[in-house]
């Protein structure tokens, strides 16, 4: 990955930005922003983050305080986005951004760092390393190129991004240069065991409960490559939960004998469902779902798809099924 002069002059010229990641955020969203944010302000910039969703509870032992990364509602008064550059990280795509959409497009100017493969506008910056195995992992060298050194307190939600992007550096984009970076992160301080503990030891009873009735909607194709999962509002509402609280479950899918695609249908509203996809030898996702506006790796991908959670299914599954247990 080459990093242009534009890039870093864009990050250097400029002393106030807004940053930004994709609904629902996970490690990989959450550690780069919080990275990112930190390095601009080693450098004297201002850098406020601004999501759609509340960080995770999982994911809180990375913030130095709560109001580290904030919603819209929480800007403060007279905030103007003319007045900032927009830096947005580890979205796939622009629907991904949900309320901070609009708040960014009306920034001064805006750069995309990602290692999904994006439709970037005329006009705007991008940073795109599909070869990377985290957008974590693009955030570190864009910051070594700066000349910043790496403290405990920006090699902490790098790991994180990192280890939850790789499912604890267990998917098919780790690499031998993953291991060599998450070294480098150890060795500015991070604590391996903790960040483990912190992001999957420490479940609330609510989640759990979650999970087990996420996992009773299991539906498994008839010949065994195609399995899915699914979290309704009704749900929701039966635990008094929020849609956060069922996030990274599609990975369970894949610890089926057999499956070679799974799909976690997950209903934002009445036409409005997201799909997180994972798959193995047998269908690249980010082709696949393509035709929907969809987009990611071969292996991980995701959708933002304007249809009820039952059409979604129907669409997404039947052609899924066709390709990888009919198609002679």
């Known amino acids: 990955m080459v990093i242009g002069a534009d890039i870093l002059s864009f990050l250097k010229e400029n002393d106030s930005f807004v940053i930004t990641t994709h609904i629902s955020p996970d490690g990989d969203g959450i550690g780069s922003a919080l990275a990112l944010s930190r390095g601009l302000k080693t450098l004297e910039k201002k850098a406020i983050i601004v999501d759609h969703s509340p960080t995770p509870s999982n994911l809180k032992f990375l913030l130095e305080d709560d109001s580290e990364i904030i919603q819209p509602a929480g800007l403060p008064r007279g905030f103007n986005p003319e007045d900032h550059f927009a830096l947005v990280v ?59 050194r790496i403290t405990r307190q920006i090699a902490d939600p790098l790991y994180a991004a990192i280890e939850t992007d790789t499912g604890g550096f267990r998917f098919a984009g780790t690499s031998s240069a ?31 409960r979650l999970t087990g009735e996420v996992l009773s909607t299991l539906w498994v194709s008839p010949q065994g490559k ?103």
């Open 90 to 148: 580890d979205m796939g795509a622009f629907d991904r951004l949900g309320s901070v959409l609009p708040i960014i497009q009306r920034c001064k100017g805006m750069l995309v760092i990602d290692h999904h493969i994006v439709d970037i506008p005329e006009g705007v910056h991008s940073l795109i390393d599909p070869g990377a195995c985290a957008t974590g992992e693009v955030i570190y060298k864009l910051l070594k190129r700066m000349d910043l």
């Open 226 to 328: 195609v399995a899915t999962i699914e979290l309704t509002q009704s749900l929701l509402k039966k635990l008094n939960a929020r849609i956060e609280d069922g996030d990274d479950l599609v990975n369970h899918l894949m610890t089926i004998d057999g499956v070679k695609a799974g799909f976690y249908f997950k209903e934002l509203g009445t036409e409005k469902t997201k799909v997180s996809c994972r798959s193995r030898n047998g269908l690249n996702l980010g082709e696949f779902l393509s035709e929907w506006g969809g987009g990611g790796h071969a292996y991980a991908a995701g959708l933002l798809i304007e249809q009820n959670i039952s059409s979604s299914k129907r669409i997404i599954v039947d052609k899924a099924v066709h390709i990888l247990e009919n198609k002679t």
């Open 178 to 208: 993953t291991h060599l970076l998450a070294s480098e992160l150890l060795a500015a301080g991070t604590d391996p065991a903790r960040v483990y503990s912190e992001i999957y030891e420490k479940q609330s009873a609510l989640r759990l």
